[in-house]
């Protein structure tokens, strides 16, 4: 359900409260006219109080049988915030999970170049055991003169891609006006580093019931990537998959500069799974591998990488390709680092 209004207070009910005791207290505040978002953990429910801040400290909440502790939501974010769901949010699509435990092992080509390219590389994947399949029918390119992407048949090729394959399908929705084509296809919606801040596009995606993909913009802090996951669970969807991917820095010697450091703090301030994508930080295949390790190391929830039959030929991200001959071998690697870490492959 959308939230109408900011969550400011959290009620945290005791271990042993009872669902009469949680009701009571979502009553009482509906009766000062304030609303109540209810998050059943498995330790204890958290009830998010949404209102005035001034009108409901003045409700006498402490007192009520089960409530264990009131506390002011602090943080600017407040549905997407730890304090508020202490338990990992995991995305699943069809049995295919990211988060709490269950790491996302997302690969594919940048872009649908045609129909073969797709196919050959969704195969390839799927047979080195990745969980989702990646691929861009709509491209945001720097340059306009650039290829921007096949559109509808691009659609209709990873449709068929994920029929064979049985992968899920992510691809990114850049317009508004693209919303229905890529809602029939694609099984999560990615939003791109540049529609970061896209915020009437965060908002209909948040009514759209798909999970969403969402890529920190190369020059967001980690605060403005929640404020903007804040934006689409606002609206009911909490299934919602956070993904650094590079930010802009003095750097040149790599595409942008992986954030490694935000994965920590991002696990730390969210229940979101958090996920990495290597193939456009590091911007050349030789470096995609260790910053891929490193993120697996440092706790990410999944990655995202860019796979092709034949990276030379390739209409978009070339140099950064993993080719089709060499995945299995990359994905050996990570599998052995992800059971190190004690996850599983979604
Ligand atoms: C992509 O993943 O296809 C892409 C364009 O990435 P980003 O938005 O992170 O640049
Ligand atoms: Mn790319």
């Not at 006498?60 to 304090?83: A, T």
Request: aromatic share 4%; glycine share 10%.
């Amino acid at each position: 359900m959308a939230v109408t209004g900011s969550p400011e207070l959290l009620i945290v009910m005791g271990a042993g409260a009872t669902a009469e005791q949680v009701d009571e207290v979502v009553a009482r505040l509906a009766e000062a006219g304030a609303d109540a978002h209810v998050s059943a953990g498995k330790d204890a429910t958290v009830i998010g109080a949404i209102g005035e801040r001034e009108l409901l400290a003045a409700l006498p909440l402490e007192g009520f049988p089960g409530v264990d502790q009131v506390l002011p939501i602090l943080k600017p974010y407040k549905l997407v915030s730890r304090e508020l769901s202490r338990d990992p949010t995991v995305v699943d699509v069809g049995g295919r999970r990211v988060g709490g435990g269950y790491f996302g092992f997302i690969a594919g080509p940048c872009t649908v170049e045609y129909r073969e390219q797709t196919l050959v590389t969704a195969r390839v994947v799927a047979e080195a055991g990745a969980t989702w399949l990646r691929g861009g029918a709509f491209k945001p390119r720097t340059s306009p003169y650039a290829f921007q992407g096949l559109g509808q048949e691009a659609l209709d090729i990873l449709a068929e891609a994920r029929a064979e394959t049985g992968l899920p399908v992510v691809t990114e929705l850049m317009d508004p006006r693209h919303v229905e084509a890529v809602m029939d296809t694609a099984d999560v919606i990615q939003i791109g580093a540049r529609n970061m801040q896209n915020f009437s596009l965060l908002s209909e995606v948040g009514s759209a019931g798909k999970p969403v993909l969402l890529k920190r913009g190369p020059s967001a802090s980690i605060e403005e990537l929640l404020m903007a996951a804040e934006y689409v669970v606002k609206e009911g969807n909490a299934q919602v998959v956070l993904c650094e991917r590079g930010i802009r820095t003095f750097e040149r010697s790599t595409r942008y500069t992986l954030d490694i450091g935000a994965i920590p703090v991002l696990k730390q301030e969210t229940h979101l799974p958090v996920i990495v994508d290597p193939s456009h930080a590091a911007g050349k295949r030789e470096l995609v591998a260790p910053l891929a390790r490193a993120a697996v190391a440092a706790g990410a929830d999944g990655i995202i990488v860019e796979v092709h039959p034949a990276p030379e030929e390739a209409l978009c991200d070339g140099p950064q390709l993993i080719p089709t001959g060499e995945f299995g071998d990359f994905a050996r690697e990570i599998r052995a680092l992800v059971s190190l870490m004690g996850r599983a492959i979604g």
